[in-house]
């Protein structure tokens, strides 16, 4: 339906406003994605050139008018609503803290405890959950906001290289860091590629950022109490959110714009692990320093030594010196600063070797207090990691026994993460070894491995868009910072991105051993097997990458060029091609093979796939608002239950004029247009009959 057909003569139903409304979107998004402008210089600005794009009405119909004015006024009311539930729930987060240090005060150890304190602000945040889970599933501005929202901070971790938080990340996550809080090592376990390394180093640093601003906040909401004695506790929350907004914006702007100390200060130290990584490179290493005698005194200080050496022995010849004239004595005195100055300067300029010790990351760690990652674990020999017994498993604020060192406090925010690959039949890693399990129960091992993806149906055809997580950071990865996606031919493309996620999904489900043998899949009842390659997420963003949005090449070109073509093992690269085929691509329809009695014997280059040579014509690039792929990647949005006032008013004015809705006018239109045709064909007919 066209503005054209959306007459103030008629009654619009809702759905046909949302509908017109969505296309205005998406013709913003078109606008905002021309307008932008890499660089201010005056030669592009004059010779910039855009592909031709049709254009719609701009939005000068009163109805949509008043219902942008609506849904902006609805979705200001239920941001507020949001965000105060949000704030109540870090409220009493923040005392659940509080009650939670005091308990493991009061138990020493690493042990929460539970009181009626904390079982009370655990039932309020579950109250508060429910309550928003409640608002954004039944009002659609308020589902809008919240999703909008979540859009563009996946679009910004995206953009800033971090995790893009789907529900795997976000709760992997959570288990580390409240592992850490109770005191308790961390072992993350996976496959390559699945983001080990990055998600340890982002828990440690959130870690650190909740400690720092827990006690931040605490040490100012009790200045602010003592001078306002009188607040109410709805006072209290409000300076409670004042003080949060104001802290995380501080940390967030230190970790993007701070200095190098300032960002140190907060990053976890980093232990890079190998097979010859030693006992002494994780706590102290010792060396030989070619050192001055008196390396450590200042000149004044070496100045005041002569003095006293000269001194000393004046005293002590006293005697001898008075039998003696004057002129003799000022001679011997002269000679005697002379030796003194001389031995002095022989002594306290020669050099020798000296054994100096150079604190590492494992003790700076647990001396100030901040996390430490221990990367590739399982590659260090068990007898270097046997010294981090004690470490492991003494309490905050304890002391533990460090070789070569002694008895070191443990501080508070100090904690130990460990990361290293999963070894199976079909895949092993060279250099990594098992943990001894003595030494692995002092862990809490998480496996940390590739993000969820339904295999199954077509995008349309799902019925929880949110367990599509893989599809939702690739979404993310190609969106702009407003949250609008501009590619070719949308609702094909759309697919074929959903395909890539489910195949990169089969290809690590296979490489994890976890596909089961079906009758479908394997006739021979064997298990497929990957043994070096999979699509990992690091890879499957490099194919995006590229793809270019498909500028110049289709996504099965973009999948050879950006991973296929680069897989070393034969058999790897043939199950992946056959399984790239079933999820269509590769098509004999497009100039690709697959019929080569060399596949899967020897790695198949370019020219062996190819029946002819590659082209490829864009599609029409059009553009998608944010509206439009919240709805795709977090599923329909919630239902409005009734009209906005404002438009049951103007139905009200429009049925006093019995005016029909907009199907009715245009069917009766169509039918008036055909009867006129009709009696024009009647009437020539007549005048035909009456010049006979």
């Known amino acids: 339906m066209n503005e054209k057909n959306l007459s103030s003569q008629a009654i619009p139903t809702l759905d046909e406003i949302q509908k017109l409304y969505e296309g205005f979107l998406r013709e913003e998004a078109s606008q905002i994605n021309e307008e932008f402008q890499v660089g201010s210089g005056e030669f592009l600005k004059n010779f910039r050139k855009y592909e031709e794009k049709d254009r719609i009405s701009s939005k000068d119909n009163q109805i949509i ?40 005060k009061n138990y020493k150890g690493n042990f929460y405890g539970s009181n009626s304190a904390s079982r009370y602000r655990i039932n309020k945040i579950n109250e508060y959950r429910r309550k928003l889970k409640k608002i954004i599933n039944s009002s659609p501005e308020a589902w809008e906001f919240y999703y909008h929202r979540k859009l563009l901070r996946d679009i910004e971790t995206g953009y800033n290289k971090g995790l893009v938080e789907v529900k795997y990340v976000v709760d992997a996550k959570e288990k580390i860091i409240s592992s850490l809080k109770r005191g308790t090592p961390v072992y993350i376990i996976g496959h390559l590629g699945s983001g080990k390394t990055q998600i340890a180093r982002e828990a440690a640093i959130e870690f650190t950022l909740e400690n720092i601003i827990q006690k931040e906040l605490e040490e100012s909401l009790e200045k602010w109490f003592l001078n306002n004695k009188n607040a109410s506790e709805d006072e209290a929350i409000e300076k409670f959110r004042e003080l949060k907004e104001n802290k995380r914006n501080y940390y967030k702007k230190l970790l993007r714009e701070g200095n190098q100390e300032e960002v140190e200060n907060i990053y976890p130290y980093f232990i890079s692990g190998s097979y010859n990584l030693t006992y002494e490179d994780m706590f102290v290493e010792k060396t030989l320093s070619l050192e001055r005698a008196s390396a450590n005194e200042s000149n004044l200080e070496l100045i005041d030594e002569v003095v006293d050496q000269y001194f000393s022995w004046t005293k002590a010849h006293c005697k001898d010196l008075k039998e003696i004239d004057s002129k003799k004595q000022d001679l011997i005195k002269s000679k005697v600063w002379d030796s003194i100055s001389d031995i002095f300067i022989a002594r306290n300029t020669t050099y020798g070797t000296v054994v100096k010790k150079i604190e590492r990351e494992i003790l700076l760690a647990v001396k100030n207090g901040r996390p430490v990652i221990i990367d590739e674990l399982n590659t260090i020999a068990m007898q270097n990691l046997i010294g981090l017994n004690d470490i492991l498993q003494s309490k905050i604020g304890s002391r533990a026994y460090v070789t070569g060192i002694g008895p070191v406090k443990i501080h508070e925010g100090f904690g130990l993460i460990g990361t290293g690959n999963l070894s199976t039949e079909s895949v092993s890693y060279e250099g990594t070894s098992e943990l001894n399990p003595a030494f692995k129960s002092r862990f809490q091992t998480i496996e940390y491995n590739y993000v969820n993806q339904n295999t199954l149906g077509s995008l349309k055809n799902q019925s929880d868009n949110k367990k599509n997580e893989l599809f939702r950071i690739l979404i993310t990865r190609l969106a702009d910072k407003k949250g609008n996606l501009h590619i070719p031919t949308p609702s094909r493309t759309l697919e074929e991105l959903f395909r890539l996620a489910q195949l990169s999904r089969l290809t690590q489900e296979v490489f994890m051993g976890k596909l089961i043998s079906s009758v479908e899949n394997n ?170």
Do not use: C
């Not at 979705?75 to 939670?100: A, G, H, T, V």
């Not at 069917?667 to 009959?689: A, C, G, P, V, W």
């Open 65 to 104: 008018k008043k219902y942008e004015d609506y849904l902006k006024a609805e979705r200001k009311k239920q941001k507020e609503l949001i965000e105060e539930l949000e704030n109540l729930i870090d409220y009493e987060n923040f005392f659940l803290e509080i009650e939670r240090n005091y308990n493991k």
């Open 523 to 692: 006739l021979s009842g064997d298990l497929p097997e990957l043994k070096e390659s999979v699509l990992s997420l690091r890879n499957v963003l490099r194919v995006l990458d590229n793809w270019n949005l498909g500028e110049e090449k289709d996504l099965t070109m973009a999948l050879w060029d950006g991973f296929i073509s680069s897989i070393t093992n034969p058999k790897d690269q043939a199950y992946i091609l056959s399984q790239a085929l079933r999820f269509g691509f590769f098509k004999e329809s497009e100039g690709w093979t697959l019929k080569n009695e060399n596949l899967g014997k020897v790695v198949q280059e370019y020219d062996d796939l190819r029946t002819r040579p590659y082209e490829y014509t864009m599609g029409k690039s059009e553009s998608l608002s944010y509206l439009d792929l919240i709805k795709i990647l977090f599923g329909p949005q919630a239902e409005r239950k009734e009209l906005p006032d404002y438009l049951k008013e103007f139905k009200k004015e429009i049925e006093k004029e019995e005016k029909i809705s907009i199907e009715e006018y245009e069917e009766l239109d169509e039918r008036l247009n055909n009867l006129e045709h009709s009696q024009y064909l009647l009437d020539n007919l007549k005048d035909m009959e009456n010049k006979k």
